[in-house]
C-alpha cells in the first residue's frame, strides 16, 4: 500500500513514526503474494502512517476496504479500527495503535486486519518452508507480482520471514 496506494483517500505523504506493531510476512493473498500483517509474532516494526482525505470513521473503512479489496460484509473482520470519540477498537494491534493514535490526537485510526496464512490453513502462520514452497510453485507472471511486492515492502528493522532472524 505504500508505495502502491491506488484510489485510496490519502495525503500523499507517509509517516516513519507510526505504532510499533507486529508485522511479518505471513498471508498469502489470492493472487499469491506473501504480505505484510499484523500477526502474533516477536517481531516488532515501526510501521508507517498517512492521513486520509476523509472525515468520517465509516468512510475510512469503507475506502481502506474497498482499497483492499475487502467485501462490505467482511469489514467488521478485516478492517481494525479506533474511535476517539467512543473509545471503541478492533483488530490486531489496538491496543499499541490506540496508545499511538492518541498520543498523535488523531480523531480516529484504520488498518488492515486481515487473518494470516496461506490460503489453503488461514489462520495458522506458516513456516519459511511453507512460504518459499508457495512462492515456488506460482507461474512466473504471479511470481514477479509476488517478488515485486517483497521488494517494494518499506525496509524497516525488525521484518522477517517466520522462523527466521530479523534483517
Known amino acids: 500500500m505504500i508505495w502502491n496506494p491506488g484510489a485510496l ?3 500523499k505523504k507517509w509517516f ?16 499469491g503474494r506473501i504480505t505484510l500483517v ?35 460484509a467482511d469489514i467488521k473482520y478485516s ?3 479506533w474511535d ?6 478492533h483488530g490486531m494491534g489496538k491496543a499499541a495503535i490506540q496508545a499511538w493514535a492518541a498520543e498523535k490526537d488523531l480523531d480516529a485510526a484504520v488498518w488492515t486486519n ?16 511453507q512460504i518459499l514452497a508457495s512462492l515456488q510453485g ?16 518499506p525496509i524497516q528493522n525488525g521484518y522477517r520471514i517466520s522462523e527466521k532472524t530479523p534483517t
Open 84 to 89: 476517539k470519540a467512543t473509545n471503541t477498537s
Open 16 to 31: 516513519e513514526d507510526g505504532p510499533v506493531l507486529p508485522i511479518e510476512f505471513a498471508r498469502q493473498s489470492k493472487d
Open 38 to 72: 499484523i500477526a502474533e509474532t516477536e517481531s516488532l516494526v515501526r510501521s508507517l502512517w498517512a492521513l486520509m482525505t476523509i472525515d468520517d470513521l465509516a468512510s475510512a473503512k469503507s475506502a481502506l476496504a474497498a482499497r483492499e479489496s475487502i467485501q462490505e
Open 79 to 81: 478492517i481494525g479500527f
Open 138 to 153: 506460482l507461474a512466473h507472471e504471479k511470481r514477479a507480482v509476488a517478488e515485486e511486492y517483497v521488494r517494494h515492502a
Open 114 to 129: 486481515l487473518k494470516i496464512g496461506l490460503v489453503a490453513s488461514r489462520d495458522h502462520m506458516p513456516t519459511y518452508d
Open 9 to 11: 483517500p490519502i495525503r
